[in-house]
């Protein structure tokens, strides 16, 4: 079973700083791409940035030029680098692997999510 757990969130004052991280763990064999999202009270949930496995990124529009996704260097790990928070960013923060081969089939797996909060 894969498991990814996260970690990281946090309270913080607009305009500063947080780093997530998300480890996956278990039988895995390669990992297509990771990916965060995060959910506001009352929101749906929506892609936040996303790399593939050959370091190709893609992040929503109003965190781009502050947030970073980077991949570890065990690739079974990811990061968001989150600069400039402001109090919208507020939400829960979850993180994804998608296409996770563990030898014997294809699946996509999610964290428990983490609470980042930000304060005005």
């Known amino acids: 079973q894969v498991q990814l757990v996260e970690s990281g969130g946090g309270l913080v004052q607009a305009g500063g700083s947080l780093r997530l991280s998300c480890a996956a763990s278990?039988?895995?064999?390669?990992?297509?791409?990771m990916a965060w999202y995060r959910q506001a009270p009352e929101k749906g949930r929506e892609l936040v940035a996303h790399?593939?496995?050959?370091?190709?990124?893609t992040y929503l529009e109003s965190v781009k030029e502050r947030f970073t996704i980077l991949r570890g260097n065990t690739k079974n790990t990811v990061y968001l680098q989150m600069n400039s928070l402001k109090p919208e960013d507020t939400a829960v923060y979850f993180c994804?692997?998608?296409?996770?081969?563990?030898?014997?089939?294809?699946?996509?797996?999610w964290g428990q999510g983490t609470q980042v909060t930000v304060s005005s």
């Open positions: 994804s692997a998608g296409g996770v081969y563990d030898g014997r089939s294809v699946n996509n797996y």
């Open positions: 278990g039988r895995i064999f390669a990992i297509a791409s």
């Open positions: 790399i593939t496995s050959t370091g190709v990124t």
